[in-house]
């Protein structure tokens, strides 16, 4: 144990050297450069003609951010995900870029920031309320489950897919617990099929909902990047329809969840025979108490949340109504939070804040305000990042199709995903599939709601996502060779979904 333990030190003082090598010492490496023919664009970004052409080149500012944040990214992966970003941010302080003040305003100060300040508020409420555990029970002890194995694992995943909904990463100590005690029951072990694709498949079916939410999950995030992006960019970037991102990933979640039961059953032939005997009331053990008046309110105003964003999608932007709640969009979840503090029910808040902040997801604020902030400042002006990636892409991919370009971006996003974490990679690659799509002439949001769904299916390997390390984090029930093999057949099952079904669906929604 101790030479274990050791070991572990040494090898996180190792990664550690190499990540805040790469933030201070990665500014050293020669700025890539490309020689591109006389160019209308660049020419008005002011990139110099030397013999006949632009020699496009990544900025000296430019290489500083990059090396700051390939550092920020290696140490978030292998070591932890609070200190490099507080070093990150104080290092780029110090950077010729952005002035301190200026730098703590965009870490702390960016308007998406704030509004994720108090979203992941209204989050840790939902949980603290319990609400989901209702919505599981519901699923699993459905009339329709009893003798039918089938019906129980597809009840399971779907469960799993709505309470994800609400929990996002926990919704697998919910739907976990209750399939431990279903294996005990009908003899499962670790090592059987059945077990071990389970656990798998119910958080690949909660990566689903984490790819379809727009109101808190991994696409939220996306997608109010993208209307950012649009709100600084008018007329040559149009955000993403809300409601119809969510047709389109409800879609195509149903379609993948149908894909790996079909899997399961012909292709692995899982042998379902012992949950022919399971009794839902098994799983009725520990009784839940009546569902009470201050969780009915929470559930309320999570609708109320929901339908805050949906409406200017579904009734259109120019009424009063669609287009005051677009115009303050991004006050939705400081609104939900007030009501939730204000609101009383037997004298006390409807909220309690000082409780409800032990559920208050601190390390995922931190990861992804620091993502903002050195994301935008390495893509925006001074650096030629965008415009080099831009260019770079096109001289490489010229001749491709719309289709070829759509199923290659799909194939890079889940590879790239599982090796940097799911939300960053999106956040960068954004506006440069935009930039592409633009120099190619391609219609950008069909390709892009494809890579924003794809991209956060991220499950591979243990740094992917806080899903994925909580998956290989489950050696009782699951060994993490199992769950390497298994996490890459469901994910190529949902890659050919969103390539098989999700590009036309795109091209028919947007």
Sequence with gaps: ??????????????????????????????????????????????????????????????????????????????????????LGVALFGMTSHMAMPQVLNQFMGNPMTVMLFFLFMFAAILMRSNISAYLARWFMTHPIVRGRPWAFTAMILIGTYFVAMLEQTTACFLMWPALYIVFDYVGFKRGDTYVTLMIVNTMMVALLSFATDPFKGGAFYLLNNMSMIADNAPGDVVPVNI????????????????????????????????LRKIDPEILKKDELPPFSIQQKL????????????????????????????????????????????????????????????????????????????????????????????????????????????????????IVVTNFCNSVVAGLIFTPVILALCSGLGFAATPIIVCFFFIVLIAAVTPAASPFAAILYDNPEWISRR???????????????????VGIPLSRALF
């Design 1 to 86: 144990m101790k030479n274990t333990k050791q070991s572990f030190n040494v090898s996180m003082l190792i990664h550690s050297l190499i990540g805040i090598s790469l933030m201070v010492f990665g500014r050293f490496v020669p700025p890539p450069s490309i020689a591109v023919p006389v160019n209308d664009k660049l020419q008005a970004a002011g990139i110099p003609l030397d013999g006949g052409a632009h020699q496009l080149a990544i900025t000296a500012e430019g290489m500083v951010i990059i090396g700051l944040f390939l550092g920020v990214v290696y140490l978030w992966t292998f070591v932890d995900s609070l200190w490099p970003s507080f």
């Design 243 to 274: 409601a119809l991102y969510l047709l389109f990933s409800v879609v195509i979640s149903f379609v993948s969840i149908a894909v790996i039961l079909l899997f399961m059953r012909y292709v692995y032939r899982v042998d379902v025979s012992p």
């Design 482 to 500: 199992n769950v390497a093999l298994n996490t890459l057949v469901s994910s190529a099952l949902i890659m050919g979904v969103v390539i098989v």
């Design 298 to 413: 929470i559930l309320g105003l999570f609708f109320l949340y929901a339908l805050w964003l949906l409406l200017p999608g579904i009734i259109g932007k120019d009424n009063v109504l669609g287009g005051f709640l677009a115009a303050n969009s991004l006050a939705a979840s400081l609104v939900i939070v007030f009501l939730a503090t204000a609101i009383r029910v037997g004298g006390k808040p409807l909220a309690n804040l000082p409780e409800t902040n032990q559920s208050y997801p601190w390390r995922t604020f931190i990861l992804i305000a620091t993502a903002f902030m050195l994301g935008n400042s390495m893509t925006g002006p001074g650096t030629n990042v965008t415009l080099y990636m831009e260019f770079f892409l096109k001289t490489h991919l010229a001749g491709l199709n719309e289709l070829a370009l759509t199923v290659l971006i799909i194939a890079l996003a």
